[in-house]
């Protein structure tokens, strides 16, 4: 190169160019056309970019044996953002082969479009054909980095290699790196190679290394932004459009039907018969909600045979003399049915990649997951049928949901046959069991959901089965109050629910219990009669903070049932448990009328907590809504119920209960809100403190002292309700609809500066209590 740059500073010689001519030497003629090949070099390579809709430029062009040198290629796009920089580009002189080594890739643009005119089938400025040449070069890149981002998405790779021999044409890369928004893929080592067949280019082989996926949930993206980010004409984008939420069932049904189409023709194309994928060391993580599951390494086989893709999802690292969870299915490429099959197992949650501390999970080298179930699609893959079963051993988790302590170990055996329209309209137990130590429960039925729509039916039985054993069936963590208590007796439970939106009168709801469970040991520290005398609880302060307080008999705030006026009895009854005396802590007629409210509505709008109920949590547990808690309660409950007279229990409940902020116990309540004492209560202040205590952290009163929002009329319905029931009689009810209940001093304005006048306003007033002539729900 040096020689030619020499002979080169020779030629800028007007006098030396002009003899070497005149003697007409081949050497002259040699030298002349070495001097102008790099300006045609560039003026070639500028014309076939321009005939393709490109820019080029060289910076330099120099000779080789047998090749030309390209150095410093640069191709742009004009309005696209689009450019190439290739470090050296070898040309072979006398052999068709292009060898680039070194430089980046960068754009946003549509990558369809530019594939395009690359391949010279856009922006044509004449008619004229590329230059034919090109067929059959032997085109290699090599150490390629390239970065392309477009919207939310980028693709990055590094290391990227190209060849092209005849109809053959491998791809490879040492790393590549894919996002778009929480979703993120990293592949090391990647090779691919492909074959023409009748003008279309075919897979023939992929294998990655390892391949790691983070799957996170996207947010519905608003109108705003789908209108300043607007979807170019040309092409397709990187990523898929995000307009509905990803917890909308109708639409992940509609995505995977898309996908479905799109991969039917794609693999049916592009993957040669024979065709084989395999993916090493596959690993994914999900998040959602805040919530991480990471699965993985897995290798990922795909194999082409004639009208099927066969796929197998298996652990990379098996466990010693266990049979592997694999996930096996045959995708077909024209349209028909898919069935996937999960089966293996018992292997360790630690095996399939899941970690300590994802999803509350503990211990998972030691928890056990085995699988034996079938998935079958539909054609349209509108619904699938799953027939399977599950069996999980030592599972340890921490869950708020469960309990405020560690569940575990757990196990279980559940089995289940169904079938769904994956859009959520339909979902139907054809047949289901659980078996939980030596309880075993079933489940069957149908829901049907369309705008406007929603049908119910269905069946929950619990055979009858040993108090005690269903007691021991829970987990350790899950009962940690009550563990100590032994049971006599058996239990049961079969529940039926119809319910039609367009027919919410013949709802029906059928609740059959058979409770024989009678407490036959109970540990010191549970008993009911330890209430008898002064006992510390923990209750919560005005401001939300703990604190504890001192009840029972023979303190300040404590009041003998005679000694509260019989008003109150009558609006506990008529406001929270309308059974009371009749029930043994379990009002099931209540619970029935319960669920049917729940149905209507969609969610759980309604409870049915008894008096005991109540006083179990109030005596016993905290605040807090887990299963643990409900569970623990219930057994309470019937703790309560059979150690304790009727009077007791309401006697222990009017002294425990919330009233207020920081205000425990119908004694303290009627000096605040009334000055009075509890065995001179009104019907009216009474039914005003019992309506309170769905929630008795509102404030119902104005600034003036006189009730607000309406519940004065509500108290006048709930004393209309007293009447009927027989509670008071008419010179009574006449009294008390005459009644003005104000804060602190009937009549008065507010008095002092601890009235509740500037409070937050109550909900609307709940619905009236249901109750028959006997004064039962």
């Not at 321009?50 to 004009?78: C, I, M, N, Y």
Request: glycine residues 10%; hydrophobic residues 40%.
């Amino acid at each position: 190169m040096g020689g030619l740059r020499s002979l080169n500073e020779v030629l800028q010689s007007p006098r030396a160019l002009k003899a070497l001519l005149a003697g007409g030497s081949a050497l002259g003629l040699l030298l002349i056309g070495l001097l102008a090949a790099p300006a045609f070099v560039r003026g070639k390579i500028e014309r076939e970019a321009k005939l393709r809709g490109f820019d080029a430029q060289v910076e330099h062009v120099d000779w080789g044996l047998g090749r030309v040198w390209l150095r410093g290629l640069k191709v742009t796009s004009p309005g696209d953002d689009f450019e190439l920089k290739l470090d050296a580009v070898a040309v072979g002189v006398f052999s068709k082969s292009v060898k680039a080594t070194g430089g980046t890739l960068r754009g946003s643009g549509d990558p369809t479009h530019i594939a395009e005119k690359l391949r010279g089938k856009a922006s044509r400025t004449s008619d004229a054909a590329p230059d034919s040449g090109d067929a059959g070069r032997e085109l290699s890149v090599d150490g390629l980095h390239v970065r392309w981002a477009r919207e939310s998405a980028t693709l990055e790779a590094v290391g990227v290699r190209a060849t092209r021999a005849q109809a053959e044409l491998s791809l490879g890369a040492d790393s590549a790196n894919f996002s778009s928004g929480k979703r993120r893929a990293a592949a090391r080592d990647v090779d691919i190679a492909t074959s023409s067949k009748g003008g279309h280019r075919q897979l023939a082989r992929l294998s990655v290394g390892s391949l790691e996926l983070v799957l996170g949930s996207e947010n519905a993206t608003s109108p705003q932004t789908v209108a300043k980010t607007p979807t170019p004409a040309r092409g397709p984008p990187l990523t898929e459009p995000t307009s509905t939420e990803d917890g909308d069932e109708a639409s992940r049904a509609a995505r995977l039907r898309g996908l479905v189409a799109l991969l039917r023709p794609l693999l049916r194309e592009g993957l040669a018969d024979g065709a084989s994928l395999s993916l090493g060391d596959v690993t994914a993580r999900v998040e959602r909600a805040g919530e991480i599951l990471s699965f993985g390494p897995s290798r990922l086989s795909l194999l082409r045979e004639k009208d099927t893709v066969r796929v197998s999802l298996t652990p990379s690292r098996a466990e010693a003399g266990v049979t592997p969870l694999a996930l096996n299915t045959a995708f077909p490429l024209l349209p028909g049915p898919l069935h996937v099959v999960i089966q293996g197992g018992p292997v360790s949650l630690s095996s399939l990649g899941v970690q300590n501390g994802q999803l509350g999970l503990r211990d998972v080298e030691h928890a056990t997951l085995a699988a034996d179930g079938a998935l079958d699609f539909s054609e349209d893959f509108e619904s699938v049928e799953l027939d399977g079963k599950l069996s999980v051993h030592a599972l340890s988790i921490s869950r708020p949901e469960l309990s405020t302590q560690p569940v575990g170990p757990w196990s279980f055996d559940a089995a289940l046959k169904g079938r769904a329209q994956l859009d959520g309209s339909q979902v139907t137990v054809l047949s289901s069991e659980a078996h939980l130590g030596e309880v075993r429960a079933e489940l069957s039925g149908d829901v049907q959901t369309t705008p406007g729509q929603r049908k119910v039916q269905g069946r929950l039985r619990v055979p009858l089965s040993g108090c005690q054993s269903l007691v021991e069936a829970m987990p350790s963590g899950l009962l940690p109050l009550v563990g100590g208590l032994r049971m006599n007796g058996s239990f049961g439970i079969d529940l039926q629910v119809r319910y039609d939106q367009t027919k919410p009168q013949d709802a029906s709801v059928v609740l059959a219990v058979r409770n024989e469970c009678r407490v036959r040991d109970v540990p010191p520290e549970l008993s009911p009669h330890r209430f008898e005398r002064p006992f510390l609880r923990e209750v919560k302060a005005p401001d939300g903070s703990p604190m504890s307080i001192e009840s029972g008999p023979g303190t300040p705030s404590w009041v003998s049932l005679d000694d509260i006026s019989r008003h109150m009895e009558s609006a506990i009854l008529i406001c929270e448990d309308a059974g009371f005396h009749s029930h043994a802590g379990f009002d099931f007629r209540a619970l029935e009328n319960a669920l049917k409210d729940d149905l209507k509505q969609g969610r759980f709008a309604r409870g049915a907590s008894t008096v005991s109920m109540q006083l179990a949590k109030n005596l016993y547990l905290g605040k807090e809504k887990t299963l643990g808690r409900k569970l623990q309660e219930a057994l309470l409950t019937m703790l309560l119920e059979q150690q304790l007279d009727k009077r007791r229990i309401l006697e222990l409940y009017l002294n425990v209960v919330e009233l207020g902020p920081g205000l425990y116990g119908v004694g303290d309540a009627a000096q605040y809100y009334f000055a009075t004492p509890a065995r001179a209560l009104t019907l009216g202040q009474s039914l005003y403190l019992a309506s309170l205590l769905p929630n008795p952290t509102f404030n119902r009163f104005g600034a003036d002292g006189k009730l607000k929002g309406g519940w004065l009329n509500y108290l006048h319905k709930l004393m209309h309700i007293a009447h009927k029931i027989k509670r008071i009689d008419d010179s009574e009810l006449q009294a008390a609809l005459e009644e003005e209940i104000a804060f602190r001093v009937p009549g008065s304005s507010v008095n002092d500066a601890s009235a509740p006048g500037d409070g937050p306003d109550p909900p609307e007033a709940p619905a009236l209590p249901e109750l028959d002539g006997a004064g039962k729900r």
